[in-house]
């Protein structure tokens, strides 16, 4: 019998700019991360005569979204990160860079030519709240390793 088991806590994580610097998501004030690649593999077109091509697409983009804690330093790190961003030089909006590292499942994502897609939506309640930051990466690269 094939037994696995999962935790959030194997799973780590780098974001980094190079004139920002970077910040390590080893769990505190981490809620979640999911990764998301946009682009179709595949589109068909039908002729007239009912002849199907199929189109192999090539595109390796897609966005990151990270949930953190509203009074987590990632957080805090993140809203520096854009607002530094939102100030700096045009050539430096998308140079975000993020390596997921999960060795337990033998998997390492690398997410480079990043961008912020906005500001962060935050909401001010009773009780504390994940804020989501979406990131957009040029390339996203889901790597195996051997374990």
Same mark, same amino acid.
């Given at each position: 019998?094939?037994?696995?088991?999962?935790?959030?806590?194997?799973?780590?994580?780098?974001?980094?700019?190079?004139?920002y /610097?970077?910040?390590?998501?080893?769990?505190?004030g981490? &809620?979640?991360?999911?990764?998301?690649?946009?682009?179709?593999?595949?589109?068909?077109?039908?002729?007239?005569? &009912?002849?199907?091509?199929?189109?192999?697409?090539?595109g390796?983009?897609?966005?990151?979204?990270?949930?953190a804690?509203?009074?987590?330093? +990632?957080?805090?790190? +993140?809203? /520096? +990160?854009?607002?530094? +961003?939102?100030?700096?030089?045009?050539?430096?909006?998308?140079?975000?860079?993020?390596?997921?590292?999960?060795?337990?499942?033998?998997?390492?994502?690398?997410?480079?030519?990043?961008?912020?897609?906005?500001?962060?939506?935050?909401?001010?309640e009773?009780? &504390?709240?994940?804020?989501?930051?979406?990131?957009?990466?040029?390339?996203?690269?889901?790597?195996?390793?051997?374990v």
């Amino acid at each position: 019998m094939k037994h696995s088991t999962y935790s959030f806590t194997d799973v780590n994580a780098v974001i980094s700019h190079p004139s920002y /610097g970077q910040f390590s998501l080893a769990g505190e004030g981490m &809620g979640s991360f999911t990764v998301t690649k946009v682009t179709e593999r595949s589109q068909q077109n039908v002729a007239a005569d &009912g002849c199907i091509m199929t189109s192999k697409i090539a595109g390796n983009n897609g966005s990151v979204t990270i949930n953190a804690q509203q009074t987590s330093s +990632l957080h805090n790190w +993140l809203q /520096g +990160l854009f607002n530094y +961003l939102w100030a700096a030089p045009t050539n430096e909006w998308a140079q975000i860079s993020l390596t997921i590292r999960a060795p337990k499942m033998g998997k390492v994502i690398s997410c480079t030519y990043g961008s912020f897609q906005k500001e962060a939506d935050e909401p001010f309640e009773a009780q &504390g709240q994940d804020i989501a930051w979406t990131l957009l990466f040029s390339d996203i690269q889901r790597l195996t390793l051997n374990v």
